[in-house]
């Protein structure tokens, strides 16, 4: 039989920053299933992914699971995935707005966001300017997330407008994903470094660059993240960690907190062994500068051929 994962403890006085377990990381479990490990294992929050689990569009419910158990939530991820399309409307600004409405009622300082799908061709359009608008009417960030091409076989398709790298378009902060940045088969430390100060929230996953999307437990696959953990501890990043990795495949579920006490582990670790500064911390992704006083306009992608 195996045992019973224990709880990672915080030591503030190594680390600052908050590490946050993703609901999505314990499904096909529920999102109510999400709040009991992380009080379990010792996790600072939660960021509730908004999908098809009703408990996880409810904000009551919300809240009453993270008094009951203790646990905050720092973060709402708005439903943009193919399987929530229809979750809080089939409008993805109302879906946005939401999101924002949601994190604030909860206390969560964040909401992540994908890029448009290439079919979404008005929204794609307006995302960018639109994101800052919506940023500009409150105090939650909107951090947009890198993503990948969809690839199948020898075929590569770009399924996200503007860019599946965010980076070159002009965001106030970013969603870094190291599951991501593997399956895109990019440099993530390249990307962290474009993204520089506006980097607001980290989903802390690992991947072996396989067309799929692992999202490994950190450590077990080839992306940089322990040299992320570690270069974020010194520099004045003010954003969470948040551990959203797969645990389908766990045949239990003592094997599934394992997993999970293993990743809260790992991104303490890390967070606690930062490397002597020669300069500066960088700018703190909440007072970042805009990078132009209105986003330069670009071409869309979004009525290409896909």
């Not at 379990?40 to 929050?45: C, F, N, S, V």
């Not at 997993?259 to 703190?284: I, K, N, Q, V």
């Amino acid at each position: 039989m195996s045992s019973v994962a224990e709880p990672v403890v915080h030591n503030p006085a190594v680390s600052a920053v908050k590490v946050a377990l993703s609901t999505a990381s314990v499904y096909p479990e529920s999102t109510a299933t999400a709040f009991e490990i992380a009080a379990r294992l010792g996790y600072d929050g939660v960021e509730v992914m908004v999908w098809t689990d009703p408990v996880s569009q409810d904000i009551e419910a919300l809240r009453r699971l993270s008094d009951y158990h203790g646990v905050p939530v720092l973060a709402v991820h708005a439903p943009c995935l193919l399987i929530t399309q229809r979750v809080w409307s089939t409008d993805p600004w109302v879906k946005l707005q939401r999101a924002r409405q949601a994190a604030e009622r909860l206390g969560a300082d964040t909401v992540v966001v994908h890029p448009p799908f290439r079919w979404q061709r008005q929204y794609a359009r307006d995302f960018v300017t639109g994101i800052w608008r919506m940023a500009d009417e409150t105090d939650v960030r909107f951090a947009v997330e890198n993503m990948y091409p969809w690839r199948y076989r020898d075929r590569e398709m770009l399924a996200y407008a503007p860019d599946w790298d965010v980076t070159k378009d002009d965001y106030r902060h970013f969603t870094v994903d190291l599951s991501h940045t593997a399956t895109a088969r990019t440099d993530a430390m390249s990307m962290i470094d474009r993204m520089g100060g506006r980097l607001g929230h980290v989903h802390l996953a690992d991947g072996s660059g396989s067309g799929k999307d692992e999202h490994l437990v950190p450590g077990r696959g080839t992306q940089p993240c322990a040299e992320l953990l570690e270069g974020l501890a010194g520099s004045g990043f003010d954003g969470h960690v948040v551990i959203e990795v797969n645990t389908r495949r766990a045949m239990s579920a003592a094997e599934r907190e394992a997993d999970l006490a293993e990743a809260l582990a790992f991104a303490r670790l890390h967070l606690g062994a930062a490397p002597a500064r020669t300069s500066s911390p960088r700018t703190s992704p909440r007072t970042a500068p805009r990078t132009s006083p209105r986003p330069s306009p670009r071409p869309s992608r979004a009525s290409e051929p896909s």
